[in-house]
């Protein structure tokens, strides 16, 4: 059967740094009723350490932050990890980038969700260098109808997946 990982990517105790891994718990109970479906509510590991998580799914959904500069708190990007190319480097792997990471972990040969099965929703945050349990209050006081949204989103795409 065809394995699908949800992963909330962030830091619990960076702030704003937390929004993937609380949105991830958030829908957690939410979608129990897909069957082949994995949840991984709290990841803060990066490059070549999260190759060991994702060998063996067919599907990766992403939940993380992103600082893009300017746009407002609680904005969310969705894209799909071809959009992730530009980004690789293999020439250095002492700070691999997820593209980089995905693309040596391929070339090693291990089952890896192709690009295009690599869905990531990335929030806009505003501070993910504070030390603290609770977000900012943009994003706290926007969490509610954020996570609504992009339930939304994911619930579609997991159920797409099913027809």
Not at 75 to 95: G, I, K, P, S
Not at 103 to 124: N, S, T, W
């Amino acid at each position: 059967m065809k394995r699908i990982l949800l992963l909330g990517m962030g830091n619990p105790i960076l702030c704003d740094d937390a929004i993937g891994i609380r949105l991830a718990g958030y829908f957690k109970d939410r979608l129990q009723q897909f069957a082949d479906l994995d949840i991984i509510d709290d990841c803060s590991l990066g490059g070549f350490n999260l190759l060991d998580i994702l060998k063996g799914y067919s599907r990766l959904i992403v939940i993380d932050s992103i600082r893009s500069g300017g746009a407002e708190p609680g904005l969310w990007h969705y894209f799909t990890a071809d959009r992730l190319r530009e980004t690789m480097n293999l020439n250095c792997v002492h700070d691999a980038n997820f593209a980089t990471a995905l693309e040596l972990g391929r070339r090693l040969g291990m089952h890896l969700p192709a690009d295009r099965d690599i869905h990531i929703f990335a929030v806009e945050i505003l501070d993910n260098r504070t030390f603290s349990e609770r977000m900012s209050d943009s994003l706290e006081n926007r969490f509610q109808p954020l996570a609504e949204e992009i339930f939304t989103h994911v619930s579609r795409l997991l159920k797409t997946h099913h027809q």
